[in-house]
């Protein structure tokens, strides 16, 4: 694993040459850092909500992954949109993207930059496949805490269409209680005792939302009622549910409603019930 990494001027400026490329070659692409970085649309994303938000938003119906390699370790990966790409225009792709991370990059301290080849759609499904295994392999091996024997013995016990709505509920029920803090999959997963692959589809397949929709959907319904109900500035209504960034809290609330943070509370100041919306 690498014990160094760009400096985030170096990351902002490959993120303004990635929406560059973009916008030159119609090909939507962005980049993920292993050390947990997403660069998208000109932006660098480092809190983990935000990131898989912007992920979920990302509608490529056809992409191309390619491995990054940073001073021949495996450093993240270019995610290509392919809808009505040539493999020729994916090979040059593929060498423009090194070229301008190794121009940014600092090669003499970092070491080189390497894109290689896009991975196969096989080797993605194995990689997931991979993931699946290693993630229900250690959610079978986790040791129950003592203050939750019985519940994970009833999870035992259940059929599996019963326990999968008493996961949901062990989740849904963890959301609520933690809804003014940042919640990731893994951390509410892992208290779901499930993989994370795994409560995702439960999500989509009971709830009909994925799961950083459905947090967000609760995230702006306690803010609906904090705007209309409180005069607390909405950096503190963000910082209270949970969101480490203001405009990015401000985003998310526009999108579900309609409307900025501002313009909810000067339509709703005066109302005595509140109408939220819910998954």
């Known amino acids: 694993m690498l014990t160094y990494s ?4 170096d990351y902002r400026s ?3 040459s990635l929406a560059t490329f973009t916008s030159l070659t119609q090909i939507k692409t962005m980049f993920f850092g292993f050390s947990g970085i997403l660069l998208a649309d000109d932006f660098v994303y480092l809190n983990t909500e935000a990131i898989e938000s912007t992920l979920v938003d990302e509608t490529f119906e056809n992409y191309a992954v390619f491995p990054v390699s940073l001073n021949q370790q495996l450093w993240g990966a270019v995610l290509c949109e392919t809808t009505d790409v040539s493999k020729k225009r994916l090979f040059l792709s593929q060498s423009y993207l090194q070229n301008i991370m190794n121009e940014i990059i600092d090669t003499p301290t970092l070491g080189t930059v390497k894109v290689w080849e896009p991975l196969t759609s096989d ?8 993931h699946d295994f290693f993630g229900n392999h250690q959610t079978a091996m986790m040791p129950t805490k003592s203050s939750q024997p019985t519940r994970a013995m009833k999870l035992d016990q259940l059929d599996d269409r019963d326990a999968a709505s008493r996961s949901i509920t062990l989740a849904v029920d963890y959301i ?13 997963a892992q208290k779901a005792f499930l993989s994370p692959s795994y409560l995702s589809r439960l999500f989509k397949k009971y709830l009909h939302v994925n799961f950083v929709e459905y947090v967000n959907n609760q995230k702006v319904a306690l803010a609906q009622e904090k705007l209309a109900l409180s005069t607390d500035t909405i950096q503190q209504i963000s910082n209270q549910i949970g969101f480490s960034q203001t405009s990015y809290f401000t985003k998310i609330f526009k999108r579900k409603t309609g409307l900025t943070p501002s313009e909810f509370r000067q339509r709703n100041h005066t109302i005595q019930k509140i109408y939220t919306i819910w998954a």
Do not use: D, T
């Open 14 to 16: 490959l993120a303004h």
């Open 123 to 130: 080797q993605v499904s194995q990689i997931n496949y991979l």
């Open 6 to 9: 760009p400096k985030q001027e």
């Open 176 to 188: 609520h209680q933690n809804i003014q803090q940042s919640l990731s999959l893994n951390e509410v």
